[in-house]
C-alpha cells in the first residue's frame, strides 16, 4: 500500500484517522455474512474505517448504518463511503450502540460486528486503539447481544467474528439473552495449527446449526484455496502480498 489507502476491487479504504486499521478479521467477516438479497436494513457495530459497512454494501441494496464510538473513526467512515458508489445507502453515526438505540424504532436485518475483545489482555497507550481492542473500555459482550435483541427484526441475523479464545464466552451469554446459533465457521491460519478465530451468525429463531472450517494460507504460507474463493469478489489478488 505505497499510497497508505487499502485497495479493494470497488472501493479503497482510507485509514489513516483510525486507530484500528483494516484486517482479516474484517475481511473475513464481510466476505462470511450470507446476504440474500431480502434485507432493507443493515448496522454495523463499530464500523472504524467502514470497511464492513462498504463490503455488505457491494453485496446487498440495503441501506446501511454505521456506528463508531470514536469521532475521527466516523468522520474516516464518512469519508470512505462517499468515495464509493454506495455512498447514498450508507449513513454513520458518531455514537456508542447504547446512545444509538435509545431513540431507534427501525428494525434490522442484519447487524455485523467486529467487536473489541481483548479484557484481560495488556492494554496499549493509545485510548482509541485500547477502546477498539478492550471490551471493558467501551462495548462489552453483553451490551452487543442486549441491544441488538432490541433493533433486530424477527428474522434478523447478528453476525461476530471473535478469537477463538472468547467465542464459548460470547455464545454462553448469547444462549443467555435468546439467541439461536445459526453458523459458525472455525478460522484455521495455516494447514496444521489450530483454530485463531470464529465466525458466528446467530439468530431469534431456532434452526438447525451449520458448522464449517476455513483455512486461511497452506504449509508453504501461500493463501489457501478456501481463503481464495471466499474474498474472491474483494481482494484483487494480484495487488494482495502475502500477510
Not at 448496522?43 to 457491494?58: K, N, R, Y
Not at 451490551?143 to 447478528?158: F, N, Q
Not at 494447514?191 to 472450517?213: D, H, M, N, Q, T
Request: net charge negative.
Amino acid at each position: 500500500m505505497p499510497d497508505g489507502i487499502f485497495h479493494f476491487k470497488q472501493f479503497s479504504i482510507r485509514q489513516d484517522k483510525c486507530a484500528m486499521k483494516v484486517g482479516t478479521d474484517a475481511v473475513l467477516l464481510g466476505s462470511w455474512i450470507k446476504l440474500d438479497g431480502t434485507e432493507k436494513n443493515l448496522l454495523d457495530i463499530g464500523t472504524g474505517t467502514g470497511v464492513l459497512a462498504l463490503m455488505v454494501a457491494q453485496r446487498s441494496n440495503a441501506m446501511i448504518d454505521a456506528i463508531d464510538v470514536d469521532e475521527l473513526a466516523a468522520v474516516q467512515a464518512r469519508e470512505n463511503a462517499d468515495h464509493s458508489k454506495w455512498a447514498e445507502r450508507i449513513q454513520i453515526f458518531p455514537l456508542s450502540l447504547q446512545d444509538f438505540i435509545i431513540h431507534q424504532k427501525k428494525k434490522y436485518d442484519h447487524i455485523i460486528s467486529n467487536p473489541p475483545y481483548f479484557d484481560q489482555a495488556f492494554k496499549a497507550p493509545e485510548a482509541a486503539r485500547n477502546a477498539a481492542r478492550h471490551r471493558d473500555v467501551s462495548l462489552n459482550f453483553e451490551e452487543i447481544l442486549s441491544g441488538s435483541t432490541r433493533i433486530l427484526s424477527d428474522t434478523g441475523k447478528l453476525s461476530v467474528i471473535l478469537p477463538f479464545t472468547e467465542s464459548d464466552k460470547f455464545l454462553d451469554k448469547a444462549v443467555q439473552l435468546g439467541f439461536h446459533l445459526n453458523r459458525l465457521c472455525n478460522i484455521i491460519t495455516r494447514i496444521g495449527k489450530p483454530g485463531k478465530r470464529v465466525l458466528i451468525e446467530l439468530g431469534l429463531s431456532a434452526v438447525k446449526s451449520e458448522y464449517s472450517e476455513l483455512i486461511l494460507k497452506n504449509e508453504d504460507l501461500s493463501h489457501h484455496r478456501d481463503y481464495l474463493e471466499l474474498t474472491k469478489e474483494y481482494y484483487p489478488w494480484d495487488y494482495i502480498s502475502e500477510e
